[in-house]
């Protein structure tokens, strides 16, 4: 096989752009929707994570695909530009051990050892050489497509071969990868990256989907973790139970009130009140955020004729300054037998 090639400066341009903007891009935007997805998780505002979503990955963005793109053009630029004669035509013939490029200047003899990569990126075909150094072919010098992909087919086993590793099956973007964003729904992103991880090893064999699939259960997880702990932590949501269990003692005393109309005397306790009428609610509300289960039920003693009713608050703790007591008007206290705190 025996490629004559001719470039121009717009080819090498063209070249940087495509080879910049394409270079790993489906991994590095898995990496992006990964680190986006955790990030916007594990935001200040997990309960506007859409909005963390659009924004976290419109500031990751050009470190993922603005840096990554100007570094390697202006890198190939460089090394395009230290040539004496980058476009004079040029005969390239694969062998077993290397390639023959021929100009009219020399004959050179590139072996597969000195080849850092080869691949195909828009309507060119590239041999990258680890100081940056390239070698460009575009693919209409080919006599067809066929005899383009062959001929990278021979270079790519040869760089395999000389440093003894298996070829790389080229990561494509599919279709079907779409189904990936439901990754990005917390709770259909778990069940979706399970299924995903499942086909991806058992069915399609694909790297892409096992990834997908990590990341949907990793962000899942990472939602609804922030939100339990942004439930348990957050001086506001606390404040918004603790005035949920202003309004319930009040309520309860009532509910204890009528009680003693009915029967002549205060309860023992609350379980008697919710035995005699399942609609009263004797649970404290803002003991849910600690998760301590002895201090669900709001505190009650009763003493004789009299009776105190409270709530531990916030800290889970009777007896500290933050706990909850029934608000009464005071006409009504002197007919109640509530103990006033």
Not at 191 to 201: D, E, N
Not at 265 to 287: G, R
Request: include cysteine.
């Amino acid at each position: 096989m025996e490629i004559v090639v001719e470039t121009t400066e717009q080819d090498h341009i063209d070249f940087y752009r495509q080879y910049g903007l394409k270079r790993n891009w489906q991994r590095r935007l898995l990496i992006l929707l990964a680190v986006d997805g955790v990030l916007s998780a594990i935001g200040l505002f997990p309960y506007f994570y859409v909005i963390n979503l659009l924004v976290i990955g419109i500031i990751l963005f050009p470190f993922f695909f603005g840096i990554p793109f100007f570094r390697t053009k202006t890198k190939l630029k460089n090394a395009h530009d230290s040539l004496m004669y980058p476009n004079l035509q040029k005969t390239y013939k694969p062998f077993s051990s290397g390639i023959e490029i021929t100009d009219r200047t020399e004959v050179a003899f590139l072996t597969y050892d000195d080849i850092k990569e080869a691949g195909k990126t828009g309507n060119f075909i590239f041999v990258l050489l680890p100081n940056a150094d390239y070698y460009l072919l575009p693919t209409w010098c080919f006599a067809d497509e066929d005899e383009s992909a062959r001929f990278l087919t021979i270079i790519t086993n040869g760089i395999a071969n000389a440093k003894g590793i298996e070829p790389k099956t080229p990561l494509t973007f599919k279709p079907i990868y779409f189904i990936g964003l439901l990754c990005l729904i917390p709770l259909i992103g778990a069940i979706t990256g399970f299924v995903l991880i499942i086909l991806g090893i058992a069915h399609f064999k694909d790297r892409v989907f096992i990834i997908m699939g990590a990341i949907g259960i990793l962000i899942t997880v990472a939602v609804y973790g922030s939100l339990i702990y942004y439930t348990q932590n957050s001086s506001l949501v606390a404040d918004g139970f603790a005035d949920m269990s202003q309004t319930e003692l009040n309520d309860l005393v009532k509910s204890v009130e009528f009680y003693k109309l009915q029967n002549g005397a205060y309860p023992d306790s609350l379980q008697q009140l919710e035995t005699k009428n399942s609609s009263v609610s004797i649970y404290d509300p803002v003991q849910g955020i600690n998760g301590d289960k002895k201090a669900l039920v709001f505190q009650y003693q009763k003493k004789g004729n009299k009776y105190l009713l409270f709530s531990v608050g916030k800290d889970g703790k009777a007896n500290t300054k933050d706990d909850i007591y029934p608000t009464v008007t005071a006409a009504d206290t002197s007919k109640l037998g509530l103990i006033r705190k």
